[in-house]
């Protein structure tokens, strides 16, 4: 079992930045894939970027919507994963999941969320 923890959302004017955190611990393998995910209210969850290993180069992919303005970046010796997000709108208000993909079993594991809230 994989635990995820996030931390870092708040209330965040238009405009502004946050910058969330998750960390792994538990049974890892070794993590293949982090990333972050979303889930307004009344819409799907959807992806906002995700950082996989592929030996010793990381690939990074983001929505559409996000590019330009946040980045991933990820430690593997602390299984911690990091999304700045800068130029934040009020659109971008949703709880955010931290997920992983533990290597070996493939299995994804999600955290429990954090909330983000951008007022215009």
């Known amino acids: 079992q994989v635990h995820l923890v996030e931390s870092g959302g708040g209330l965040v004017q238009a405009g502004g930045s946050l910058r969330l955190t998750c960390v792994a611990s538990?049974?890892?393998?070794?993590?293949?894939?982090m990333g972050w995910y979303r889930q307004a209210p009344g819409k799907q969850r959807e992806l906002v970027a995700t950082?996989?290993?592929?030996?010793?180069?990381?690939?990074?992919d983001y929505a559409d919507s996000v590019k330009g303005r946040f980045t991933i970046s990820g430690d593997n010796a602390k299984n911690t994963v990091y999304l700045q997000m800068n130029s934040l709108n009020p659109e971008d208000t949703a709880v955010y999941y931290c997920?992983?993909?533990?290597?070996?079993?493939?299995?994804?594991?999600w955290g429990q969320g954090t909330q983000v809230t951008v007022s215009s």
């Open positions: 997920s992983a993909v533990n290597g070996g079993s493939y299995i994804r594991y």
């Open positions: 538990g049974s890892i393998f070794r993590l293949i894939s």
């Open positions: 950082i996989t290993t592929g030996g010793t180069i990381k690939y990074a």
